[in-house]
């Protein structure tokens, strides 16, 4: 069964400094990965996805991800926060051979920004 | 840009009783999508819904709960008989049509049971 895993459930950093933000699947066969920000009181938003092709994927907002194979690993980086990034990101997978798509999510990672 | 939308944003009922969560997805979309999220807790599925009938569901939809597209627009999720348990955030969500599709998440409504 897929699993997801997010290292970490609170990063804080300085607003300008570097964001990561870590996310491991495990899953036999390399699925859809995703990531979703989470503001407060507010819904899921799609910051970028990975399905084929690129390993390195830009989304919105100036955050990008890595897709390593050999690693597992899906890590999302920004590099330089602002203090309006402030919220709750999740990592999710997606079977590629379900015609369903469920995601699955990690636990969740909540990034706060100090001025 | 469309979106789903979702109503109420939030309910409060009592133990025991029915309630219906709404969802109006985009539009052009084909799967229909009720996930939730325990306060603290990460985002867990629920069902997925396709061609007018459930696609696959998780152990946490027993039959208690139940989904319906009644008029071609909207999407329901009923808890029969709500438990303390079953408060949480629920969203729903929609995709047009591949598993790389994005899913598309409303706003989610808050559920107490008291």
Not at chain 1, 49 to 62: D, R, W
């Amino acid at each position: 069964a897929q699993s997801v895993t997010q290292l970490g459930s609170h990063v804080s950093v300085s607003e300008g400094a570097l964001v990561l933000l870590r996310c491991n699947y495990s899953s036999s066969v390399p699925p859809y990965l995703f990531w979703y920000v989470q503001y407060p009181n507010q819904g899921l938003q799609l910051l970028l996805k990975y399905t084929s092709a690129a390993t390195l994927v830009k989304g919105i907002n100036g955050f990008e991800a890595e897709f390593k194979k050999s690693e597992t690993s899906f890590h999302l980086t920004k590099p330089s926060a602002h203090m309006s990034d402030a919220a709750e990101y999740f990592c999710a997978v997606s079977d590629r051979s379900s015609n369903t798509g469920k995601l699955i999510f990690g636990q969740g990672t909540t990034l706060q920004v100090k001025p | 840009e469309p979106e789903v939308t979702q109503t109420p944003s939030h309910q409060v009922t009592q133990m025991g009783q029915e309630v219906i969560l709404r969802c109006v997805p985009i539009s052009n979309h084909l799967y229909f999508y009720w996930y939730r999220q325990i306060l603290g807790q990460k985002v867990e599925f629920l069902v997925s819904f396709y061609n007018n009938e459930i696609s696959e569901k998780s152990e946490i939809f027993d039959d208690q709960f139940s989904v319906e597209r009644p008029d071609g627009s909207n999407f329901t999720l009923k808890i029969r008989s709500t438990k303390l348990e079953d408060s949480a955030m629920y969203f729903c969500a929609s995709r047009r049509d591949s598993s790389a599709d994005t899913q598309y998440f409303g706003p989610g409504t808050r559920l107490t049971v008291l």
